[in-house]
């Protein structure tokens, strides 16, 4: 039945998350993202007119914050599943192999020559 079979490229699989993990090394999206979320003071004695975007820019900042590392959370795990998911195959496809040669071993109908008797007749394999 087509759409019944599970088929992984577990090379491309672990490439993948290979690339994801790599990716979370690199620095944040900016250098805002490191920044302590306190408050930027306002320059030249304007903290009556600017104190409120100095709130809003300390709230942004811890926002974005949690925001990215909840998506390298997020990624990490994803990467995880991915490596896992990788191995499950791999394991799968060796008890599977597994599997097929114990039944060939152990299956052997009874009987049967280990030789097969045309390949033991007289002149056999001569023209």
Do not use: W
């Not at 039945?1 to 990716?23: H, Q, V």
């Amino acid at each position: 039945m087509s759409g019944d079979e599970i088929n992984g490229d577990t090379d491309a699989m672990r490439e993948f998350a290979s690339r994801i993990m790599g990716s979370l090394d690199k620095p944040p999206v900016s250098n805002i993202s490191r920044s302590d979320g306190e408050s930027t003071p306002c320059p030249g004695g304007l903290d009556d007119f600017c104190m409120h975007l100095a709130i809003a820019e300390g709230t942004t900042i811890r926002k974005l914050q949690t925001f990215i590392t909840q998506a390298e959370q997020g990624f990490a795990a994803y990467s995880a599943f991915v490596q896992q998911t990788a191995a499950s195959y791999l394991r799968a496809d060796e008890t599977a192999r597994q599997e097929i040669l114990n039944t060939f071993v152990t299956r052997r109908p009874e009987g049967l020559p280990s030789v097969d008797p045309r390949l033991l007749a007289p002149r056999a394999g001569q023209h």
